[in-house]
């Protein structure tokens, strides 16, 4: 797990990166939001600890650019324990808010604590390129609106989903499918879906990136996050 660590005060941030890394934690120090803000667009962190008054700026900026490039967790620290600055902070996507001064080891806590919320959600969410499957409300969405898709188009798109990198023959997947609703699903029937899905989920159905077509052999959809 890489966590970025933005802290000013020298004396906190030394003994926490030693706390964290002691735990297995690969922690990534800076002292500045300009410094945050660059790692940010050169690196993919698990978890985001942010200290909200600094030097040239404030931890919400960083979380602010931080939720707008990845879905990643954040914690917040500071001084100011004020009802303004909570609200604030959880308003811009905060995950927490620890003031100071803190036990470590409480630290530790309510760092695997959002850690393990969010793998929990990671298993429900499937990324595509621009697409979120959210498996658990059998939703769809294409940048970031939702698709509908009939049962059987849903069917058809788990399959594809449960075996993503790996190519399907067309027998494959018609296995996955035919009995829903009790009807049975014919091969030409097949390509009428993945012609639906396509045009439903792709940029350009005609030339599909998501579900591809491999020649000879059946279809692969591309691997996800």
Known sequence: MKILFVEDDQAIALGLVYSLEKEGYEVIHCVSQKAALGLLEAQVFDLLLLDVSLPDGDGYTICKQAKHLHDVPVIFLTALDDEVNVVMGLDLGGDDYVTKPFRIKELLSRIKSVLRRYQKDALDIVQIQHLEIHIREGKVYRKGSEVFLT???????????????????????????????GDFVNDNTLSVYIKRLREKLEKDAAEPEIIKTIRGRGYRMEKGS
Do not use: C, P, T
């Open 151 to 181: 049962a059987l188009e849903y069917r058809l798109l788990m399959v594809f989903v449960n075996h993503q990198g790996q190519v399907l023959s067309r027998s494959q997947l018609l296995e996955g499918i035919w009995d829903v609703a």
